[in-house]
Nanobody
Framework: QVQLVESGGGLVQAGGSLRLACAASGRTFTSYHMGWFRQAPGKQREFVAAISSSSASISYGDSVKGRFTISRGNAKNTVYLQMNSLKPEDTAVYYC?????????????????WGQGTQVTVSS
């Protein structure tokens, strides 16, 4: 089992920044590829970003490219999402996810483990 706990969400004005963190516990963190997803009210879940276990591979959803950066600190069992130039359309609940398959995370298939989510609200 892997437990994931997100933090760092909140209310920010458009153009501002937030940094989300996802702390993992349980099985070996370095065995897992990690991803961030988001879901706005009335919308489908959207892939945001993914990072492989070694950080060698990174992918972003088209809507966040150039604005968001995913990283991981394996010593701290934590994955981060730095969000810059935030827009009102970035408002959503952001979820951290983990899977042993990078393909599963990047292609929007359902990763095995999920966090409880953290709310990000961007005001105009």
């Amino acid at each position: 089992q892997v437990q994931l706990v997100e933090s760092g969400g909140g209310l920010v004005q458009a153009g501002g920044s937030l940094r989300l963190a996802c702390a993992a516990s349980g099985r070996t963190f370095t065995s897992y590829h990690m991803g961030w997803f988001r879901q706005a009210p009335g919308k489908q879940r959207e892939f945001v970003a993914a990072i492989s276990s070694s950080s060698a591979s990174i992918s972003y959803g088209d809507s966040v490219k150039g604005r968001f950066t995913i990283s991981r600190g394996n010593a701290k069992n934590t994955v981060y999402l730095q969000m810059n130039s935030l827009k009102p359309e970035d408002t959503a609940v952001y979820y951290c996810a983990a899977d042993t398959s990078y393909y599963t995370v990047v292609n929007g298939m359902s990763p095995q483990y999920w966090g409880q989510g953290t709310q990000v609200t961007v005001s105009s």
